[in-house]
């Protein structure tokens, strides 16, 4: 709450607050012993990636949005990695059966939101930053597929459930950067995110 009123009134608490509430998620997964495994390590990597982005994102203008931008993909990119490589019996790379249903629900739902929310923003997108967007878009969808696809005999709820709240959350990022600036876009997506990491730290920990 303190992190949203700051983004609020843009004033100096901003930054440290910021700086602080992103060092948090990655402090929950450390102090839940992630990297004792390496499903675990992958996700501190895309927290720490994560940290990155939401420091650089602190600045204005196009090149502390495309530098955060870059951070925050490697960072799905690293958890399509821990989510792919999850203990045998505990995801659909192991065990298909057993999770094809949530993962065609939710192929379907990301490919409808995807599509959705591309035609939605890419319009609205600065040309030199088309690209890049609609890299991050389809990555960021990988990431929630590969989410869904740990559903198996021992799954973990946290897991989908946190990549769809950072999915979301970028939603409303987006549409704070190209459709519509307001601090509304940062009530909403401010909780969704910090809910989203944290739940994916927990989960880092066993």
């Not at 402090?27 to 499903?39: E, L, R």
């Not at 929630?144 to 990549?163: F, K, M, S």
């Not at 709240?165 to 990022?173: E, K, P, R």
Request: proline share 5%; hydrophobic share 55%.
């Amino acid at each position: 709450m303190a992190l949203v009123m700051a983004e609020r009134h843009h004033g100096r608490a901003r930054i440290p607050a910021k700086i602080v509430a992103s060092s948090c998620f990655v402090a929950v997964a450390a102090v839940n012993g992630a990297a004792d495994t390496t499903f675990g390590t992958w996700i501190i990597i895309g927290l720490a990636l994560s940290w990155l982005g939401d420091v650089s994102l602190l600045g204005g203008g196009r090149g502390p949005f495309a530098l955060g931008l870059t951070f925050f993909l490697t960072a799905h990119l690293a958890y399509v990695v821990a989510f792919v490589v999850r203990p045998a019996g505990e995801g659909w790379v192991q065990s298909p059966s057993s999770s094809s249903p949530v993962l065609v629900i939710t192929v379907i739902a990301v490919l409808v939101v995807g599509v959705v929310a591309g035609r939605w923003i890419l319009p609205r997108v600065d040309t030199p930053l088309v690209w890049p967007v609609a890299a991050y878009m389809v990555v960021i969808s990988v990431m929630v597929l590969a989410a869904g696809g740990t559903v198996g005999v021992d799954w973990d709820a946290r897991i989908l459930t946190g990549a769809v709240l950072f999915y979301l959350s970028d939603i409303a990022v987006a549409r704070d950067r190209f459709i519509s600036p307001g601090w509304e876009n940062r009530l909403v997506g401010l909780p969704l995110y910090y809910a989203g990491q944290v739940l994916l730290a927990i989960a880092a920990g066993g």
